[in-house]
């Protein structure tokens, strides 16, 4: 009975009962972060203008029948234009007399300039289409609009199920809903903005900007997009400097999921991708919103973005939240005169998707302040308490106090070290994202290495070191008000530095005040304010538990579509030592207060122990077939390189391995046996300009030093052939020259220019000024050339390229001006195009991979 009673100790039930009401809280919010509404059938449909999700499903399964709708194919060009049209035309025909419905296909051509670093992008298009519809009610239209907007072009492989085509249906149902029911008294015009290319360069939100009419018209917008297959749309840009429209969310919005650190986090580029909010903000200058299905995206962009990986609950809670909102900001009074509500920036946050919390950039620096000084106010506060209390010597206190604050800080350190010492061992073993499938691998892996630091400061602080003025639950308040400090001193910094996201660290800040209150009125009293400590981290572990979901659920799966040239376990190691401090910051120091601490300890080394066993099991194995491909890039490239005097100097055909995650290309190596004998590309980058690669997107040179090629038996079948030439030359000016060009080729194409040492390009076709410079290749500027011919409409196109030297009146006809490269891309054509060679080889692939394969085409000239 004595072995028993030593075993089974309070801290055993702790160390038991600890862990399992953590994992049940963080169920009871990934419950309730998962569920959604039921669908509204056909039959249930009633005259209360309520969103149908089953119709909405019925379009989706209609739209996503051809296949893939890329930019510039037929499926696209025709078969979505045509259909959309119909759709809208029904829609017309059954709206209510008092609403006035137009619509249109425009046709726009264009450019502009995407100044990304170092890879910035002229963008320059030719007749892309999309397909505008303007509602209004014949009695009451103030002249202003509010645009939402969808793309119904699909990325290369995919069907576009999600990425866009849920929310292209979601519109198409908000329109019947908006103009067949009379509880929709639109003060404002409503601009429904069907925009058939977003993957190219966000070229058809530009054309309607830029081009049609009613834009100058628009007051605000919604930006709809896709980045996964499921759960429900987080709001994660607004304004800017809007707040009215947050307002209008939180009022209108019935599970409102948005969140200011999501904006920042996308803003400071931390999420490698773009919406048409930045081209709608920045383009058109008007503020507004951009909503996206962001969570799970395994399948975004794949050939696995399928009509069935749509629930009927997604599309209706998209639907009810934008019903809403649409109805409101449709006649909101706002609108009528959009520049006197311009007010700054906002912090908002959804809790549990219940409400959502709302406020000024100015009403939180004034908060985060206060809040920060109260708490340290509070923290001198109970320093004195404890020296009238115990009567201990205040020089005496004030030290320990420090030496808690050091203790502390370094038990935070140690934490985050210990998880990024696993990320980088596990790497190093070659068992990188082993989490990738199995996301419950992260609790073990980074999570309990971080709480084990936490926890392992503290102990070892009040072990070595006895003070006999303090016990040990005062020690415990040391060191839970170091944690604190250490909360309210961020708080303060990041509000100063204009970080809106502060406001996560306002959860533990303001409970914690308030228990602190409390406890110091019953001043502290033994046991008893454990309790009351513990009762107030309720709602910020709850919360925390929340953001853990929201974060893992969307970037887990981006560490599948990012480049192989980083550790992403350093990435989730640091995301776990975060959300771990969030979590059990003002939890672990409770140690102390633990008899027998190795039971703690040991339950730590076992969870890690145990978790570390199964990573290296296949479950551990990044990938699966059906529900998180890995994914691939290989294209088939022909090559031709010519002399300035139009010989050819260099020609062959490659295999071109373009890389997506941190294991790429072992384990293609080890599938494939073919790509062992690959080379890195990074040995042509100095021979060529862009490594003589024709890139879809110049920022694929980044990657240039971790992609790999092989050489190619076989050349590419081309469907259509480039014809390129050069037509004339002229002199402007003394110094300059300018040729003229005329090139034919596939729907996607591009131009790689680059002037010589001492000359400059000053003048072309693409734009009137010209860009900077990209990335320099061999001390020369670096243009790109994004170019598009949309409506199947392929005719020839002829340019110019003006060139001046640097010293006046030196051109001579026999010299040498520039680079150009002219590249091709054939992204929707048959799989009948590909050569026999590049298909053995992509029936070599494993059942786990998503390959995006088709033939490519460049050749590059000197004039």
Known sequence: ?????????????????????????????????????????????????????????????????????????????????????????????????????????????????????????????????????????????SGKYLLLNAHFDSAVTSPGAGDDGTMVVVMLELMRQLTQHARSPLQHGLLFLFNGCEENTMQGAHGFVRDHPLAQSVAAFINLDVAANAGRE??????????????????????????????????MGLVSSFTDYETLSKQGGWPGLDFALSSYGYLYHTALDARETISAGTLQHIGDNLLGLVRALGSADELGNIQEHREGTAVFFDFMHLFLVYYTETTAMIVNIVLGV???????????????????????????????????????????????????????CGRSMSWFSSTWLLFGLYFVPCIGGLTLGPFLYVHFRKIPFLHDQGRVILFLHAQHCIYAVLLITLSIGGIRSAFV???????????????????????????????????????FCSLAVTLFAVFVPMTGRSDNRSNPDLQMALFASLVTLLLVGLLTPFIVLFRRKVYVFGAILLLFLVTAIVAATPEGFPFRERTSPQRYYIFHHQRNFYWPNGTLRDSGAIYYLHPQDRHTPELLQSEVPEWSAAQLLADECEKELYCGIPFYINRYHRQSGSSYWLPAMEPPIFPERVSFEFVSREAPAPGRVRLYFRVQGPSHMSLYVSPLAGRSLVGWSFSERIPPSGKRWNGQDVYFVNFFSGSMELTPFTFYIEIEHAAAGTAQSSDSHFYLSVVAQYMHHDSVYRAREFQTLLDKMPKYAHTVAYPGYLESWIF
């Open 234 to 267: 987080i709001m994660f840009q607004s304004g800017p400097n809007y707040p009215f429209l947050m307002a209008y969310y939180r009022d209108y919005v019935q599970r409102p999921y948005a969140n200011t650190l999501g904006e920042e986090v996308f803003q």
């Open 505 to 543: 660290l306002l959860f533990p800040i303001i409970f914690y005040c308030a228990t602190t209150i409390v406890n110091m009125i019953i001043q502290f009293r033994l046991r008893v304010w454990i309790y009351v400590h513990l009762v107030g981290q309720l709602v910020p572990v709850i919360y």
């Open 1 to 141: 009975m004595k072995l028993l009673s030593y075993i089974f100790t309070l801290e055993l039930l702790w160390c038991i009962l600890g862990p399992g009401i953590g994992i049940g809280v963080y169920f009871l919010t990934y419950w309730n972060w998962n569920t959604l509404p039921s669908g509204v059938n056909l039959a249930d449909e009633n005259t209360d203008g309520r969103f149908v999700a089953e119709r909405a499903l019925y379009d989706l399964g209609a739209l996503t029948s051809r296949g893939p709708r890329v930019a510039g194919s037929e499926t696209n060009e025709r078969f979505a234009v045509d259909w959309l049209y119909g759709a809208v035309e029904t829609v017309a025909r059954q709206a209510l007399p008092e609403y006035d419905v137009t619509y249109e296909v425009q046709r726009v051509s264009g450019s502009y300039f995407l100044d990304y670093d170092d890879y910035p992008i002229t963008s320059y298009y030719r007749n892309v289409q999309n397909l505008v519809v303007s509602i209004k009610r014949r009695d009451s239209f």
């Open 374 to 428: 109260l708490s340290l106010a509070l923290i001198v506060g109970t320093l004195f308490m404890i020296m009238r209390k115990d009567g201990a010597v205040g020089s005496n206190i004030l030290f320990e106090a420090g030496m808690t604050l050091i203790v502390q800080t370094l038990s935070i350190v140690l934490g985050a070290g210990l998880s990024v010492l696993v990320a980088v061992i596990f790497d190093a």
